[in-house]
T-cell receptor
């Protein structure tokens, strides 16, 4: 069935360093790839997304890259800050149906 | 813009009891989702509605779970009877078709089955 694998499960970085989270997906029909940030006890919040007709997208300190051939996509956070600490989820799905399959999540800890 | 509203926020029930969760999506969002998030895992899609029709319920345990969205707006998710493994956060989300900005989540209902 459809599957999204996310790595690493935990990531600890020093403030100011970069963080990279990687995901692979199985359904080649997927054309929409959002990333969500979930702070403890709160709802997942969309932070950035990318569509299959684009290879890279950037928004201030965060960027996403997509390799459709290899079926993988990544989240890059530069100049990390303590408030970036949270669980990050990737997802893959269809912009037509709206169906999203989520990865297992990455717990990011940014140490001051 | 008001967000996705869910209630209750917390619920504790004994196994074999029944429970219902309510969701009110963002106004104008035709697509509504119910996700189950077990501690330490990503959200798992249970059911997706487009207006009042079911688009995908392939992961819904239909022997005990049911959901409806009768008027194409609010939705309820019911579990009857509950099992210990149903303990999780139940998240409701909504989006517009052919979403331009993804799905927006509610705060969730944390269910504990004892």
């Amino acid at each position: 069935g459809e599957n999204v694998e996310q790595h690493p499960s935990t990531l600890s970085v020093q403030e100011g360093d970069s963080a990279v989270i990687k995901c692979t997906y199985s359904d080649s029909a997927s054309n929409y790839f959002p990333w969500y940030k979930q702070e403890l006890g709160k709802r997942p919040q969309l932070i950035i997304d990318i569509r299959s007709n684009v290879g890279e997208k950037k928004d201030q300190r965060i960027a996403v890259t997509l390799n459709k051939t290899a079926k993988h996509f990544s989240l890059h956070i530069t100049e990390t800050q303590p408030e970036d600490s949270a669980v990050y989820f990737c997802a893959a799905g269809s912009s037509n149906t709206g169906k999203l399959i989520f990865g297992q999540g990455t717990t990011l800890q940014v140490k001051p | 813009e008001a967000g996705v509203a869910q209630s209750p926020r917390y619920k504790i029930i004994e196994k074999r009891q029944s429970v219902a969760f309510w969701c009110n999506p963002i106004s104008g969002h035709a697509t509504l989702y119910w996700y189950q998030q077990i501690l330490g895992q990503g959200p798992k899609l249970l059911i997706q509605f487009q207006n009042n029709g079911v688009v995908d319920d392939s992961q819904l345990p239909k022997d005990r779970f049911s959901a409806e969205r009768l008027k194409g707006v609010d939705s309820t998710l019911k579990i009857q009877p509950a099992k210990l493994e149903d303990s999780a956060v139940y998240l409701c989300a909504s989006s517009v078709p052919r979403q331009k900005r993804g799905a927006f989540f509610g705060q969730g209902t944390r269910l504990t089955v004892v």
